[in-house]
């Protein structure tokens, strides 16, 4: 190549921007002279990525959630769009995300910039319509979980298992609340009610009041809502202050320190089941939608479980509370036995224990960054033996 390889790296949430982040430094410690560009959050923007776009603008879940942010996903498209016509990427590199970067691949194929794709969509659960868009947009799949392997495969589309980067830190057993001023021997609950703007809104209220439940029996007990960085912190802090409780700490993200640190955890579904899990944290995992939304999921989800413990482990070992179940009551009688059975809590602990030798050893960014530049390479070694042919 005649000028160093760039890449168009776009991540869409807070989870997506801590993926992002890890990839862009596996990828500049593998090729010093590499461009990243795109869109993410601060913790992309650190590592080197050129943001044209910020994550915390798009941040979305479900169907129906989906319409108060389309000006901000159209927007971010846009510029996206531009980006790649105007610097002509060789690759772009999507992060989890999928509904809109399978738009963005459509965009960027037809452009004629080839699309890895890092995080594998829940086909092997629901919407397995998407496979047919992926085999035609995308160049290749890096996903998370050896289970999603075969479904790709099967499907006609390259794919490569790069494991979790979650199990770099899954040796963090145990840890401290000391990062949030709290003395040793203080028992806190973490409660984590995801980065969007509608899942707080849907999550936190039943998590204080099962929070409020809790302090009332037990009035030593402390609370701890460590914020994502694309979280709506003024909304939590907000949510925090009106529910009058004591003992409540709002933090920033969750380390597994602070995780390991806590007795038990309320936890939205979605990545965060798996950090608390590699902390050893027994939790509840608790999740709420739209109406609309989750009357559609039902309808389309193929799978027995939603927590990722749970979906890695092939069997139910943390609670699931979604939906109308999603109440301060029954987050508070799940939360309880783990804090009145320590036995039932310690041998959960063991149970989780068995997650990271399924998820592969230590290295998923450097494997993911490594499949990234031979894709990188496949291509750059295709355009010099057309430009031969050519002369």
Do not use: K
């Amino acid at each position: 190549m005649t000028r160093p390889l760039r890449i168009l790296l776009s991540a869409g949430e807070a989870s997506g921007d801590r993926l992002g982040e890890g990839l862009a430094a596996a990828l500049r410690e593998r090729s010093p002279g590499v461009e990243l560009v795109g869109m993410g959050g601060d913790a992309m923007a650190a590592a080197g990525v050129r943001l044209v776009a910020h994550a915390s603008d798009v941040a979305v879940v479900g169907i129906a959630e989906v319409a108060a942010r389309l000006p901000a996903l159209r927007r971010a498209m846009r510029t996206l769009v531009a980006t790649i016509e105007r610097e002509r990427p060789d690759l772009v590199v999507s992060v989890d995300f999928p509904d809109f970067h399978l738009r963005l691949a459509a965009r960027a194929r037809r452009s004629g910039v080839p699309v890895v794709h890092f995080v594998g969509p829940s086909v092997w659960a629901w919407r397995r319509g998407r496979l047919r868009r992926i085999r035609r947009d995308v160049r290749r799949m890096l996903v998370l979980y050896p289970f999603e392997v075969a479904c790709y495969e099967d499907a006609g589309i390259p794919v490569t298992f790069v494991g979790h980067p979650a199990v770099e830190e899954a040796g963090a057993r145990g840890g401290s609340l000391a990062e949030i001023g709290l003395e040793r021997g203080v028992e806190a609950i973490a409660l984590l009610p995801g980065s969007r703007p509608g899942e707080v809104e849907r999550l936190l209220p039943p998590m204080l009041g099962a929070a409020g439940i809790l302090r009332r029996r037990r009035r030593r007990l402390h609370f701890v809502v460590p914020c994502a960085s694309t979280a709506p912190r003024e909304r939590i802090d907000a949510l925090v202050a009106r529910s009058g409780l004591e003992g409540i700490h709002v933090a920033g993200p969750a380390s597994p320190a602070l995780l390991g640190g806590c007795v038990a955890g309320i936890v939205a579904s979605g990545t965060a089941t798996l950090e608390a899990a590699l902390a050893g944290l027994p939790s509840v995992v608790v999740y709420r939608l739209h109406p609309l939304t989750y009357a559609i999921a039902r309808m389309l989800v193929r799978t027995e479980h939603v927590a990722l413990p749970n979906l890695i482990l092939g069997r139910r070992v943390v609670p699931e509370l979604i939906q109308g179940d999603c109440t301060p009551q029954r987050i508070a009688a799940e939360v309880e036995r783990w804090l009145d059975r320590p036995e039932e809590a310690a041998a959960l602990r063991e149970i989780l224990g068995e997650i990271p030798e399924r998820l592969g050893g230590p290295g998923a960014f450097g494997r993911a960054a490594r499949a990234v530049l031979d894709e990188a390479a496949v291509l750059e070694d295709r355009d010099r033996a057309v430009s031969l042919d050519e002369n």
